[in-house]
């Protein structure tokens, strides 16, 4: 039966340095849950704390209804995929395989059967008698898996388990551990700084920057509706667009903002103290429309600098009038060069406003 | 279409143009030139030398007459009718299985010790490593002679902390070659040096593996750390046995150059030395070098053949 896992005030100090500032989280039975932020957001940490091999400087860290704070890393019912794998490299992959289990004094058959379906579920039954050495980077990942997998632990962690791989090869495991919590349906927290990976993984995101946890939702809801500026632009791929805006006014229907040298209604309702106030407006690459008519509000023109073209899409890299910068995402093979004038516009609807301290209005 | 051609030297043909610099050093004189100060060393100092020394072993010599050819007398002298050369063997051979793995312990202790992020650890380093520097100099040795003598200090030591009075160490044969034991186990530094720098490159990432296992730490030595430390086991048993053949300062210095109490400390060096430099008898003393060498080499090639099986190198 799966697992939950609670986080009430989680603490992290170093001396007078404090990486992890009372982190409230709750991960549900079955979840699988992707830490994601950038590198010393403290991901790793909050991972390696829940593992048991961090010390929690504050705060209770509840495994069901189990308080683990002072528990042994072994007692934890825990199993981690580390980024270098650590497998032994004097030991052949069924001696990886087996060492937990052998720790554990579990009998030789018992042993041999487990290590057996692991191999069976991870596809590497010919690879039991070779050393770690003469496998390639993918093979050493599965056998990482594996070595967790034979354990049967009630949790899995994965510490950037993909990072030391080519691309290709990290889009193939990352099918292949999202299979894997399909058929386990073990609780899983899975660390990354990739966003495609957090994305294509989670079934709840934790965004987190210097120690904190920026917002928790499902992959779709923190893109929709980013909580703050931070959010916004970390997800997504091209990233989101931000142009500094100011409030004009407030109509009956809603609030009007001038950006990029034009004014904009927003049809909404903004909470925000009074008029003149500083903003800063988020559109995705996806929501910024090419064409004369393009969407209820025009940008005018903007020039063309850059176009990537990746066959599925289009991506402009755009400047405006005004010097600002827009990047454009368009569907099919769009024939425009470089140093041309496009028209551009948005709908008012999927613009994400900020305010000053970087909170969603 | 026009095509271009790349001539190719044929081969055996020497191109146009070599002088006799070409001819001796081929087409780079100047990295032989710069290897020049090592060859010059190690053709007069060591080559030549261990060459003469080869033809000398099969040879009546005493340093003032020229060398009379005795064909392989000496072996056979060495062989059939020397007991000094048989107890200088066997207290060679003692003080090598003595010494060596007592010292490699000792060292791979400390080494764990310094290894789990002591503060201060450059200067405990440096001072521990001290000995290794000091240890096989003549005041070393006269030093322990004090130490070990009838009324030195671990007798006066023993006398106060516990009222037993001890023999004279050194003097009795059933206790010299100990104490040199003890002199060479002391000298550490070297080998714990390098079992630090091998265990600073075992990944933290296997030790917290074996953590989530429940390995516990007497496991982890066993099953992680002494395997991933054979290359540097390896190394420092090859270089420590072959230093431990070698030994002859302390032996030297402790027995008056005799070997003595009852040839307790006759090294095999020291037994060669007193063949060469106090009987002139250099033939056969160049012979018991070159069973020196012999016993060396075939120690180093069965280390070196044995590695496949217990040594774990990684990549």
């Known amino acids: ?361 | 279409m026009a095509t271009t051609s790349i001539a190719r030297p044929q081969a055996g043909v020497r191109p146009e143009g070599g002088g006799l610099l070409h001819r001796l050093f081929g087409r780079q004189p100047a990295g032989y030139l710069f290897l020049l100060p090592w060859l010059v060393g190690f053709l007069g100092l060591t080559l030549g030398p261990a060459l003469a020394s080869l033809y000398l072993s099969f040879t009546d010599y005493n340093l003032l007459e020229s060398p009379n050819w005795v064909g392989a007398a000496n072996y056979v002298r060495i062989a059939t009718a020397d007991p000094r050369f048989v107890a200088a063997m066997r207290v060679t051979l003692l003080y090598v299985v003595l010494s060596v793995p007592l010292k490699l312990v000792f060292a791979l202790l400390v080494a764990m010790a310094f290894n789990r992020g002591l503060k201060g650890l450059p200067l405990y380093r440096a001072i521990f490593y001290l000995p290794s520097l000091l240890g096989s100099s003549v005041a070393i040795a006269v030093l322990w002679r004090q130490l070990f003598a009838g009324d030195g200090l671990v007798n006066m030591a023993l006398w106060q902390l516990f009222g037993i009075e001890g023999p004279s160490w050194i003097s009795n044969p059933r206790y010299s070659l100990y104490t040199l034991v003890i002199l060479s186990v002391w000298q550490f530094g070297s080998p714990m040096i390098i079992f630090l720098a091998g265990l600073r490159q075992i990944p933290v990432d296997m030790y917290e593996a074996a953590n989530l296992d429940g390995a516990s730490k007497m496991r982890q030595f066993f099953k992680i750390t002494l395997p991933l430390l054979t290359p540097v086991i390896f190394f420092n048993a090859v270089i420590q046995t072959i230093d431990a053949f070698k030994a002859f300062t302390p032996a030297f210095i402790i027995s008056d150059g005799q070997g003595g109490p009852v040839n307790s400390t006759l090294f095999y060096t020291l037994y060669l030395y007193q063949e060469g430099f106090g009987f002139f008898r250099m033939g056969y003393a160049s012979a018991l070098a070159w069973i020196l060498v012999v016993i060396i080499g075939a120690f180093t090639a069965f280390s070196f053949l044995s590695a496949r099986y217990w040594v774990h190198y990684d990549e």
């Open chain 1, 1 to 361: 039966m799966a697992t939950r896992i609670e986080l009430r005030q989680i603490v992290k100090s170093y001396g007078t340095l404090q990486a992890i500032h009372g982190i409230d989280l709750t991960i549900e039975p079955g979840e699988f849950t992707v830490f994601v932020g950038p590198s010393g957001c403290g991901k790793s940490t909050l991972l390696r704390m829940i593992a048991g091999l961090e010390e929690i400087s504050g705060g209770d860290l509840f495994i069901d209804a189990d308080r683990m704070n002072g528990v042994p890393a072994s007692k934890r019912g825990i199993a981690m995929v580390f980024q270098s794998y650590a497998l032994y490299p004097h030991m052949s992959v069924y001696k990886n395989l087996a060492f937990g289990l052998e720790t554990a004094g579990y009998k030789r058959a018992e042993i041999d059967q487990r290590v057996a379906q692991a191999a069976d579920i991870l596809q590497i039954q010919h690879l039991l008698q070779r050393r770690p050495k003469a496998l390639s980077g993918g093979q050493r990942q599965r056998v990482a898996i594996g070595r967790a997998i034979v354990r049967e632990p009630k949790i899995f962690l994965f510490d950037e388990p993909l990072s030391n791989l080519d691309a290709e090869l990290r889009v193939q495991m990352r099918l292949e551990i999202a299979k894997l919590h399909q058929t386990l349906g073990n609780t899983m927290i899975y660390v990354t700084h990739d966003q495609v990976e957090a994305m294509t993984m989670a079934d709840k995101i934790v965004v987190l920057r210097d120690g904190r946890v920026m917002q928790v939702g499902a992959p779709l809801d923190l893109y929709n509706r980013p909580a703050n500026q931070f959010v916004a632009g970390f997800l997504g791929s091209p990233k989101m667009n931000f142009l500094p805006a100011r409030l004009d006014s407030a109509a009956s229907g809603g609030h009007t903002i001038s950006v990029a040298g034009r004014t904009l209604d927003l049809g909404r309702r903004l909470a925000v103290t009074g008029p003149d106030e500083a903003l800063m407006m988020g559109v995705r690459p996806e929501h910024v429309v090419l064409g004369e008519n393009a969407g209820p509000a025009s940008l005018g023109l903007a020039r063309v600098q850059h176009v990537e073209q990746l066959g599925g899409e289009t991506i402009l890299h755009t400047a405006l009038d005004q010097g600002d910068v827009l990047t454009v995402s368009s569907a099919g093979q769009l024939a425009i060069r470089p140093g041309s004038m496009v028209p551009l516009g948005l709908d008012p609807a999927f613009c994400h406003l900020f305010g000053a301290d970087g909170r969603v209005l």
